[in-house]
C-alpha cells in the first residue's frame, strides 16, 4: 500500500469515527470461517456494522479524530475489528451471546456516546447500558406513573362514595 493509498484509509476511518458515536473495537483472531460466518451474520441480524482493520491505521485516525478516544490506542494490538452500532449495548451484548459457543471475540476497549470503556472486564457495565429508547420509555413510565395512580384512587374513592351514599340513603328510609 503506497502512501496515497493509506492517507485515503485513514481519512475514510476518520470520517467512519466521527459519524458513529458507539464504537467497539474487538479482537476475533483465530476464529474459523464457520465462526467467522456465524459472527457476520450475528452482527447484520442485530444491525452491527463488522469491520477488520490495521492498527497503525486505526490508531493514526483515532489521533486525527475530533473525539478523544483516551487510552483506546494502547489496547490496538493484534487481530482488531470494528464493531459499529446506533444502539450503545447491542455489540456488547452480541460480544457476550457469542461468547457462550465461541472463546472469541474478546472486547478490547469501547467508545460509548463519549465514555471510554478499556478491557474485556467493560462487558458487563456496556451490556446493561440502556438504549435512549429504553431511558425514553423509563422516563415515560415514571411520568405515567403518578396519573396512573390519580385516576385508581379517584375511581375507588368514586365508588366508595357511591357505597356510602347508598348506604346513608338506605338507613334513613
Same mark, same amino acid.
Not at 32 to 59: G, P
Not at 72 to 91: C, D, F, I, Q, R
Not at 93 to 121: D, N, T
Given at each position: ?21 458507539? %464504537? ?10 464457520? /465462526?467467522?460466518?456465524? #459472527? @457476520? ?14 492498527? +497503525? #491505521? ?17 489496547? /490496538?494490538?493484534?487481530? +482488531? ?6 444502539? =450503545?449495548?447491542?455489540? =456488547? ?5 457469542? @461468547? ?14 463519549? $465514555? ?14 440502556? $438504549? ?7 422516563? %415515560? ?9 390519580? %385516576? ?9 362514595? =357511591? ?11
Amino acid at each position: 500500500m503506497n502512501k496515497q493509498e493509506r492517507n485515503q484509509v485513514i481519512d475514510n476511518l476518520v470520517t467512519v469515527l466521527q459519524d458513529n458515536s458507539n %464504537i467497539y473495537v474487538a479482537d476475533t483472531a483465530e476464529l474459523d470461517a464457520e /465462526l467467522t460466518s456465524d #459472527l @457476520r451474520r450475528a452482527c447484520f441480524n442485530k444491525d452491527v456494522e463488522l469491520q477488520v482493520v490495521k492498527n +497503525t #491505521l486505526l490508531a493514526k485516525a483515532m489521533e486525527k479524530s475530533e473525539k478523544d478516544f483516551e487510552d483506546m490506542p494502547s489496547v /490496538l494490538k493484534g487481530y +482488531t475489528s470494528l464493531m459499529l452500532s446506533e444502539v =450503545a449495548n447491542a455489540p =456488547a451484548k452480541l460480544i457476550k451471546e457469542f @461468547r457462550k459457543k465461541s472463546e472469541k471475540p474478546i472486547l478490547k476497549a469501547a467508545y460509548v456516546e463519549q $465514555s471510554v470503556y478499556i478491557g474485556h472486564e467493560s462487558l458487563e457495565a456496556l451490556v446493561s447500558l440502556k $438504549s435512549k429508547e429504553e431511558l425514553i420509555g423509563d422516563v %415515560i413510565l415514571l411520568l405515567q406513573s403518578p396519573a396512573k395512580t390519580v %385516576i385508581s384512587q379517584l375511581q375507588s374513592g368514586g365508588s366508595t362514595l =357511591a357505597g356510602l351514599m347508598k348506604t346513608l340513603s338506605e338507613k334513613e328510609s
